[in-house]
């Protein structure tokens, strides 16, 4: 294994060297590349003697200081730094080095994709590039030459503005960038490939005029407008909301197959995994195409939140990430229905955030010491970072947040930061104590509310008692301070009074006057994030009357919840709760995407996360019997509303058409649980005639999960359409491996050897053995061979991409709340995994952590 050491925050020390400029020049060819960089260096720390650089697996060639070639014994190579003895205050570096990109598949540094060379460098890819001080707090001003065969890699791109071209010779040529705003090495980028381009532009409120270009594989060019327009509509919105400008001439983006991640916002260059950009009716749902426009934006917010503004250090990393998630979710709710978004944000962190923070990977949104900072791109410091934000937007109201943000803006612009100087920017601005705020930082799991009501002499009192559960580690931890929006309602669902109320203490009592015992909405709009514990039964007045659309949403998901934990009591299936729901589908007004979220019943991962010990054949079972119930009782209103809202020629994006389909699509889904010829004839058709993959896709799922033999007539010939098409062929990878139907895991296995399956690209990986661990029931069947599969899978992928692997580990998180039977088959899995005698620090860290919790 390699070195697996714990790093603290703790232990921070500001750097003893900076570099002012990192001058750079890359020579690609097709075996290796060169890299010349020379640095101005000055020391900081007067004590410091030698300098340390980040250096990982390169190969040196040359060392000159201050034009002096350096002998041997002027520097030392050690396993993960190259010391430069003895070094002046000020003196300039030239390091002469070189790597191997085409053999790079743990795509961190300089890597090739296909056939296009491009970077990834956040965290620490840089120190893979060529030797530095590869930490966020210490900014240079880069140039950077790149030199590459004309004919396969006419396009050259760097961070910044474009300086210079120039021809060679010998086939080769070469471009100069430049990038005026100094910055960390982690936002560093470079991309040469043969690549078309989509070119457009935009005006800053100011005049400056900014040229747009969308990089992509030569063919693909009809499938970037809708990226194209997301980003202009992004800029405009940073500059209405924010009031913050684009700072450069140009902004490139580059879209490359194989990436990690979603996206990286580097200077003036994003790289995207093309999952994020690609995308036309033909190929991508309406899911796709909502993720684009997100993602898109969360990028280029970074410029500010981010890139102008960055971390000091990586345990600051939610700085950025909560904050730039908060900001591209306001921008999407914006954009679309706020009341969707809202819910849809929720249901993600849910989904993931709440399972991670019960689990003993859980960590504070800024952890206080980590072993592979990769593992830290969590749904924690994101949605959860996020969650935290957007409780100061609610605490200090929309105008002094503005205040706040443009205070934060003036402060810190140019500089690297702390998580404490955001915060104290919103207290100054926002005028207000955040000292006990702070804890959302520095604690991790969820916080629980249990709230209890009385009411006596036209008194209602509400209590609140908040608790907090224990760290990872068994310490106390303490209560919160955060906003809780509610409201009390009348018989008829009309606001007696709603207030946002300030919760501090552990336990509080909030009293109101009221004629008669109102109803209480609480956490409306999902104020904080935590989880509500109430004893009530009025879940079906809430579903049918509130006002706030999120607590309407929750209680359907709650009454849903509550009878499917009766029936797997073994009682029966609750008619109140199939009355209400029969409610929601006789009312016409409502918006249609809403609308489908109020029928969509409880996930199995929500039901899970409520159950002490978990038995996933128990809830499918309930989960089935009351979804066959409410299809049967409902058919003729279900199949009302399919008919209704199928239109199988439109492919329009506007929020109505994205309804229809939603709507239909959830009636079809509930309608298959009838198993019924007249169900699969319906998905059928709906595969043959519809012009868009949102309907494809929702047909192919039932069909797969219902019908044999429709299924693979048709899934023979999605695959025969769409089989060069790597972003279609994730989704056809996902269906399969997320199959109910026997035989998943042999198909499955089977798919690994499809001509377009490909190990060594992520998103193939995740789609298929990603959602195959994802898939509870076969995942977690009782012979323990999905257990087995993917923890082959995990020891093989660690070979090639550790980042990869440990994020198929986190299959593994719920290991402690497993039965007896399941728990003891992954037990034996995981305990094989950490025996690996090369195991990455990166799935060390997260399968021993699982196993010790
Ligand atoms: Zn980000």
Not at 278 to 286: K, P
Not at 527 to 537: G, L, M
Not at 632 to 649: A, G, M, Q, R, V
Request: aromatic share 10%; proline share 3%; glycine share 4%.
């Amino acid at each position: 294994m390699s070195k697996a050491e714990t790093i603290y925050l703790k232990d921070y020390k500001a750097p003893q060297f900076t570099i002012k400029t990192c001058d750079l020049v890359f020579e690609l060819y097709e075996e290796h590349t060169q890299v010349t960089n020379l640095m101005n260096i000055e020391r900081v720390d007067e004590s410091a003697k030698d300098l340390v650089l980040d250096s990982i697996e390169l190969e040196l060639l040359e060392i000159y200081l201050d034009d002096e070639k350096l002998s041997e014994d002027r520097y030392v190579i050690e396993e993960e730094h190259l010391r430069v003895l003895n070094v002046a205050d000020a003196f300039k570096l030239i390091i002469i080095n070189k790597i191997y990109p085409q053999l790079n598949s743990e795509l961190e540094g300089l890597y090739k994709s296909g056939k296009i060379f491009c970077t990834q460098n956040e965290p620490e890819g840089f120190r893979r590039i060529t030797p530095y001080i590869d930490r966020p707090d210490v900014m240079a001003i880069f140039k950077t030459t790149l030199v590459a065969n004309r004919e396969r890699y006419p396009v050259l791109l760097s961070n910044g503005n474009k300086e210079s071209n120039f021809k060679l010779d010998d086939g080769r040529h070469g471009a100069t960038w430049f990038d005026p705003h100094p910055k960390p090495s982690y936002l560093f980028a470079l991309v040469a490939g043969d690549l078309g381009v989509v070119q457009d532009k935009f005006v800053t409120k100011s005049g400056k005029y900014v040229r747009l270009y969308i990089y992509t594989d030569r063919g693909n060019e009809s499938k970037c407008k809708h990226a194209m327009k997301s980003l202009k509509d992004a800029m405009k919105w940073d500059e209405e909301v924010y009031g913050r400008e684009y700072d450069l001439d140009l902004y490139n983006i580059v879209a490359v197959d194989s990436f990690n991640m979603g996206a990286m916002e580097n200077k003036g260059l994003n790289i995207f995994n093309s999952a994020y950009v690609l995308a036309d009716e033909d190929t991508a749902t309406d899911a796709n195409f909502m993720g684009i426009q997100s993602v898109i934006a969360h990028e280029y917010f970074h410029n500010w939140t981010g890139n102008r503004i960055t971390c000091r250090d990586w345990f600051q990393l939610t700085l950025k990430e909560g904050l730039t998630v908060f900001r591209d979710q306001c921008f999407s709710a914006d954009l679309n229905s706020k009341e969707v978004q809202r819910i849809e944000d929720v249901d993600a962190l849910r989904e993931r955030q709440f399972v991670e923070d019960a689990s003993p990977t859980a960590h504070p949104i800024q952890p206080d010491s980590y072993m592979a900072i990769n593992n830290f791109y969590t749904a924690t410091v994101y949605e959860k970072g996020a969650e935290v934000i957007r409780m100061l937007h609610t605490l200090l109201g929309e105008q002094k947040y503005r205040k706040a943000m443009d205070l934060y803006f003036d402060a810190f612009d140019g500089q690297a930061v702390r998580t404490d100087d955001f915060l104290w920017a919103m207290g100054k601005a926002g005028g207000i104590d955040l000292e006990q705020f702070k804890r959302w930082y520095h604690q991790s799991g969820t916080p629980k509310l249990q709230v209890d009501e009385r009411f006596e002499d036209k008194k209602y009192t509400l209590v609140l008692t908040q608790k907090v559960p224990k760290s990872v580690e068994g310490s106390e931890q303490k209560p919160y301070f955060f906003p809780l929006k509610m409201a009390l309602l009348d018989d008829n669902g009309q606001e007696i009074e709603a207030r946002t109320l300030i919760v501090t203490q552990e336990r509080e009592e909030f009293v109101f006057r009221a004629e008669k015992k109102p109803t209480l909405s609480i956490n409306r709009d999902f104020s904080a994030p935590i989880i509500v514990e109430q004893s009530h039964n009025d879940y079906a007045f809430l579903m049918k009357h509130d006002t706030n659309s999120y607590v309407r949403y929750e209680s359907a998901q709650s009454f849903g919840l509550q009878c499917i934990e009766n029936m797997m009591k073994g009682k029966e299936i609750d008619e109140e709760f199939v009355s209400a729901f029969g409610h929601i589908l006789e009312e016409d007004k409502l918006d249609l995407s809403f609308k489908s979220l109020l029928m969509e019943l409880p996930s199995v991962s929500a039901i899970m996360q409520r159950q002490e010990i978990v038995d996933f054949d128990s809830i499918y079972a309930a989960k089935e019997k009351l979804q066959k119930h409410l299809a049967l009782t409902f058919k003729d209103k279900l199949f009302s509303i399919y008919s209704k809202n199928h239109t199988p020629d439109s492919k329009e994006l506007d929020s109505l058409s994205i309804g229809k389909r939603a709507i239909k699509n959830r009636a079809l889904k509930l309608l298959s649980a009838l198993e019924s010829d007249e169900a699969v004839a319906v998905a059928n058709e709906q595969y043959n005639s519809s012009v868009t993959m949102t309907d494809r896709i929702a047909a192919l799922d039932v069909l797969e999960n219902t019908s044999p033999e429709f299924s693979t007539v048709a899934l023979g010939h999605f695959y025969k359409k769409y089989n060069k098409d790597t972003l279609v062929m994730n989704k056809y990878f996902s269906i399969l491996a997320a199959s109910h139907r026997e035989g998943t895991l042999d198909r499955v296995m089977a798919l690994q050897n499809d001509p377009a399956y490909n190990e060594l690209v992520p998103n193939l990986v995740r789609s298929l053995i990603g959602v195959f661990a994802r898939n509870y029931k076969h995942f977690h069947a009782k012979d323990g061979y999905g257990y087995k599969f993917v923890a082959d899978r995990i020891i093989d992928i660690d070979k090639i991409n550790p980042q990869m692997a440990s994020g198929l580990a986190g299959a593994f998180k719920i290991y402690k709340k497993m039965n007896r039977t399941n728990k003891k088959l992954m037990k034996t899995e995981l305990e094989r995994i950490l025996l690996e005698p090369s195991l990455s620090k990166n799935v060390y860290e997260i399968v021993s952590k699982i196993v010790k919790g």
